[in-house]
């Protein structure tokens, strides 16, 4: 089984910022892409941000230039920099990870994993 615990989320003032992490744990063998995706009241949830095993990343446009998302393969971490925040990024953010485990001798499994999510309130 596979666990994503997030943390950092907080309320903040427009302008400023916060980092998020998101630890892996459980049998892993490797990690492929891993993400953040958010959800404000009223929205369907929405990428963020994500990054791949070779760290090649992806941006929705509404966050290109003020976050940032980075990787720690040894620790199974992904990060989320978010500078210069706005009161419209204010929502409930979700980390996920396609996580590869050992499902038996000689078998491996893809499954893909959601964190509980942390709040970020941005006032104005």
């Known amino acids: 089984q596979v666990q994503l615990a997030e943390s950092g989320g907080g309320l903040v003032q427009a302008g400023g910022s916060l980092r998020l992490s998101c630890a892996a744990s459980?049998?892993?063998?490797?990690?492929?892409?891993m993400g953040w995706y958010r959800q404000a009241p009223g929205k369907q949830r929405e990428l963020v941000a994500a990054?791949?095993?070779?760290?090649?990343?992806n941006y929705a446009d509404s966050v290109k230039g003020r976050f940032t998302i980075s990787r720690d393969n040894a620790k199974n971490t992904v990060y989320l920099q978010m500078n210069s925040l706005k009161p419209e990024d204010t929502a409930v953010y979700y980390c996920?990870?396609?996580?590869?485990?050992?499902?038996?001798?000689?078998?491996?499994?893809?499954?893909?994993?959601w964190g509980q999510g942390t709040q970020v309130t941005v006032s104005s």
């Open positions: 990054i791949t095993g070779s760290r090649s990343t």
């Open positions: 996920n990870a396609e996580v590869i485990t050992i499902a038996s001798v000689g078998r491996k499994y893809t499954g893909n994993y």
């Open positions: 459980g049998s892993i063998f490797s990690i492929n892409a």
